[in-house]
């Protein structure tokens, strides 16, 4: 009796105990969305989702999500938490009620606590974020007096999931395909703004994939009328380019810098194919490379190559390409720009027994990759198949025109196909058949 006496005094004397002050090991995250005055709702993940999103993926797609507390509930744009399955934060990022990714991640745990001035303060996050992307590009020697068309910022590369700039002289292209960059536009603008080099900022919203992130295409429009013109020339490795603002994607494909000029120091004396060229990025550096063609109409050395782009593209990129043609002083007599599909073109080589000593093959994105993203986190890949198969098509055909010993580049946009190591896969698979 007296020891159940002794139990029951110990126990009452605990419960009147005032609550243990936080210690230092209590996440910083929480510690600065409990000083909030509206505080700030966590989004809490299932068993076992947690480590995906600690390895660096950004997007927090619905099916990993267990539940939400906050009330009100978080409305598009908010800040949240994201919280593993015992409730500590692992990150905070920005809510999305509408889309199939209901968080995009924008700062670990790891990193709030290392720099606290970010910490559920996106203004000061993209200060920071897009300052780390130009000290960078700096240090790679961008912009330089050979190049000024380069990738300021890299969605996931530079830790801005949505968000894509790219440099073009003293223009800067902005493509938007999140939510969360729409919202915070202006902020946006302004870091990039205070770039010395930088007139002129066009923004350029992808309005598919934001009519997914639930906006209302009449909200995207320009806020202030673009001054921008229609067309601007460029610098890359030495060679002049002009690039159409309502073209492809930004312009101009910046990211694929490194291999035109890699392709350039191996093109001397070979007859060069570009497949899919749209500006003819590729072909210019094959030509200012020496790249040299016996052509079957005549017995005589040309400079040549042949450029196919989708029928449906193909005038715009081909007007594009004459032009680029022109200003590197290359004489148009001796290169050939092909309107044809190229499954198609390359039928007919075939058929007509032609190869090339290097045959480049970019082709526009076969896989929608948000769909196939969703469908991967399912584990079903009947979307991922069709696109691997359209894939195995292309370089089949590629690979029987590339002559015996010579060079394939080969290139793939689609993320999903990469990431998930399909691409790879099929090639290998496909050379193994050839």
């Not at 302004?190 to 997914?212: F, M, Q, V």
Request: positive net charge; proline residues 5%.
């Amino acid at each position: 009796m007296l020891q159940l006496q002794a139990r029951l005094i110990k126990s009452l004397s605990f419960s009147r105990l005032p609550p243990p002050a936080p210690s230092s090991s209590t996440s910083i995250l929480q510690r600065v969305a409990s000083s909030q005055p509206k505080g700030v709702a966590k989004v809490v993940l299932k068993k076992g989702k947690t480590q995906l999103f600690k390895n660096g993926s950004p997007m927090v797609y619905s099916g990993a999500v267990d539940r939400i507390i906050g009330r009100p509930p978080p409305k598009t744009g908010d800040i949240v938490l994201v919280a593993d399955g015992t409730e500590t934060p692992i990150g905070w990022g920005l809510y999305n009620s509408v889309s199939m990714f209901c968080v995009r991640l924008m700062q670990l745990e790891e990193e709030a606590t290392r720099d606290p001035s970010c910490a559920l303060d996106m203004e000061n996050l993209l200060e920071t974020r897009i300052n780390a992307a130009i000290e960078l590009r700096r240090g790679l020697g961008l912009p330089s007096d050979a190049t000024n068309a380069y990738r300021l910022v890299n969605s996931e590369g530079d830790r801005l999931s949505g968000l894509i700039v790219d440099v073009f002289g003293d223009l800067a292209v902005v493509a938007s395909s999140a939510a969360w960059v729409e919202k915070y536009k202006s902020q946006v603008e302004a870091c990039i703004s205070g770039i010395d080099e930088i007139n002129h900022i066009h923004w350029r919203p992808s309005i598919e994939i934001l009519k997914e992130e639930g906006m209302d295409a009449s909200d995207l429009k320009e806020l202030h009328p673009s001054t921008c013109p229609q067309r601007t020339k460029v610098l890359e490795n030495g060679i002049s380019y002009s690039i159409s603002l309502e073209g492809q994607k930004t312009g101009f494909y910046a990211d694929q810098r490194e291999n035109r000029k890699f392709l350039s120091t191996i093109s001397r004396g070979r007859k060069v194919l570009d497949i899919c060229c749209y500006s003819g990025g590729f072909a210019l550096n094959a030509a200012k490379g020496g790249a040299m063609s016996i052509t079957e109409s005549a017995s005589r050395s040309l400079l040549t190559w042949s450029c196919i782009q989708r029928v449906d593209t193909s005038l715009p990129a081909l007007e594009l390409a004459r032009e680029n043609i022109a200003l590197n002083y290359l004489d148009p007599e001796k290169i050939s720009l092909l309107r044809e599909d190229a499954n198609e073109f390359m039928k007919g080589a075939l058929s007509r027994n032609e190869s090339w000593d290097v045959v480049i093959i970019d082709p526009p994105k076969l896989a929608p990759s948000r769909k196939i993203l969703a469908i991967l986190m399912y584990e079903k890949y009947a979307v991922l198949q069709s696109a691997s198969g359209m894939y195995r098509n292309l370089n089949s055909l590629a690979m029987q025109i590339t002559r015996r010993g010579g060079l394939l580049m080969t290139c793939s946009c689609s993320g999903a196909m990469t990431q998930s190591g399909m691409f790879l896969r099929t090639l290998q698979g496909e050379k193994s058949q050839s």
